[in-house]
Structure formats: C-alpha cells, structure tokens
C-alpha cells in the first residue's frame, strides 16, 4: 500500500473523504444510514484507485484507520503540550503534513477519554465547569455506543455473508458436528476411528 505522501493526488482523497460526512460524521444522518455509508465508502475507494489501482475495500478501511490514528497521536500531543502551559518555542507544532486538513472536519470527532477534560484547571467558573464536563462525557459515551453498535452490525453482516459463502461440505460438516455431539463415548471413539480410515 503506497505511503502517504503530500502530494496532489493525497490532498484529493483527504477533500473527498471530507465530503462524505456518512463514514466519519459519527451523529449525522447520513452516518446512520447504511446504503449511504456504503455508497461513501464505494466514492473514497474510487478516489484510491486513482492512487492504488489495485486498492480494494479493505484496503481503504486500513488507510484511513492508519490516518486517523496518526492524527489522534498528534492531536493528543499538541493537547498536552497546551495544557501543560508550554508557550513559544516549547509549544507542541504536530508534524504530520496532513494534520490541519484532518484538523478541519475531525476534529471535534474524535473520542476523548472520560475523565479528561478539555477545560483549563484554572477556569473556576463552578458550576458551568461540571455541566461541561458531564456532556462532554455524555457525547463520549453516546459517541462510544454508536461506534460498538456500527461494530456489531458488521460483525453480524460479516457472519451473515460467511453462512452465505458456505460450500456442500462446510454444510455436510456442520450437520456430521450435531449428530457426533449426540453420540455417547464409545460411539464417539468409533467414529474417530472409521473416519481416521478415509483420510
């Protein structure tokens, strides 16, 4: 799979992956829905092909999976930096080349740990500090249950398309598995044997 390289042909797939809010804008509508999420996901791998002819779906999934925790390694030091008061020339500057272009769209996408605060410990205005504290951490949790349902849904659609791909034998198999489960001991040794002589 090709590096990312600042190039003309990454910052394109980096604007077209911006304008499919469907696989990154995890509360829109269009996120939510499955035929447009797909539809996105065909888009972007068509925008990669022009970089990677031979890329395919699971391909893409990987790159930007690799992108975005680039992103979020930078993202977190630059937050440290800041919140440890640094100023200047101690002042975290992320490296990635496409970190702002990221930056732009995902940036309030990302999942902040519950517990840490975007809020500066010396910003005492009471009682605001704690309700922002709780809806940050409520978005997170909602954001994290949207993203483990999305995970189930394509397990499921996963197992559903591995039960559609199965063979005669793989079949015949799993029906041998039910009725040698049935079987006492014995039977079962005997079984094992007669089976050992064909193979």
């Not at 829109?28 to 499955?34: I, N, V």
């Not at 002819?53 to 699971?58: E, I, K, R």
């Not at 591995?162 to 041998?176: C, I």
């Amino acid at each position: 799979m090709a590096n990312i390289n600042d190039t003309e042909q990454w910052r394109s797939f980096i604007d077209t992956y911006r304008s499919l809010p469907a696989i990154w804008k995890v509360k829109s509508d269009e996120y939510k829905d499955k035929n447009k999420r797909n539809k996105a996901w065909e888009v972007l791998l068509n925008n990669l092909k022009e970089i990677v002819s031979n890329a395919t779906l699971d391909d893409l999934k990987k790159k930007i999976n690799n992108m975005r925790t680039c992103y979020r390694r930078e993202l977190k030091k630059k937050e440290k930096s800041e919140k440890s008061g640094a100023g200047g020339d101690d002042m975290y500057e992320p490296t990635l080349w496409y970190f702002d272009l990221l930056h732009d769209f995902l940036g309030d996408q990302e999942i902040q740990i519950p517990g840490d605060s975007n809020l500066d410990e010396s910003d005492d205005q009471g009682i605001g500090n704690t309700v922002g504290t709780k809806r940050k951490m409520q978005a997170t949790h909602d954001t994290t249950k949207d993203q483990y349902l999305q995970k189930a849904v394509e397990h499921l659609d996963f197992i559903k398309h591995q039960k559609l791909m199965k063979d005669e034998a793989a079949t015949y198999a799993d029906s041998w598995a039910v009725s040698y489960r049935k079987l006492n001991e014995t039977q079962k040794l005997y079984a094992k044997k007669l089976l050992m002589r064909f193979l």
